[in-house]
């Protein structure tokens, strides 16, 4: 997926138009000698978009977006199992050991091999 570039000029209304607030912690962002990150709210992949003028671009404080992220990732991770497991899309099965228990065969003591 092709991300577009956000300009200064962008990043400057982005960050006025919220009074300068991390929107995640809510708590005010001094942009001199803070770093902060545009931050999307709804991730791209849950269908947020990245639109000029969208809402759903606001200004975050970048430890606040680093774990807003991670718990993004875990909630697109799941989504996308749901999905699969509805549409009927099944995971590859890991390869059997032969001779374990996931396996059909099974090898007595006297050395015969066997089906369980």
Known sequence: MNRRRISGRERLSIFTSNNGACHIC?????????????EHVIPL???????????????AHIKCHISKTATDAKHIAKGKRQTQ????????????????????????????????
């Open 85 to 116: 497991r509805t549409l009927g899309i099944k995971r590859q099965p890991r390869q059997i050991v032969p001779g374990s228990k996931a396996s059909i065969w099974k090898k007595k003591l006297d050395g015969t091999v066997v089906k369980r």
């Open 45 to 59: 992949e849950m269908g947020g978009d990245e639109d000029k003028g969208s809402d759903n671009l606001k200004p």
């Open 26 to 38: 809510g708590a005010m962002i001094d942009g001199g000698r803070e770093a902060w990150e545009v």
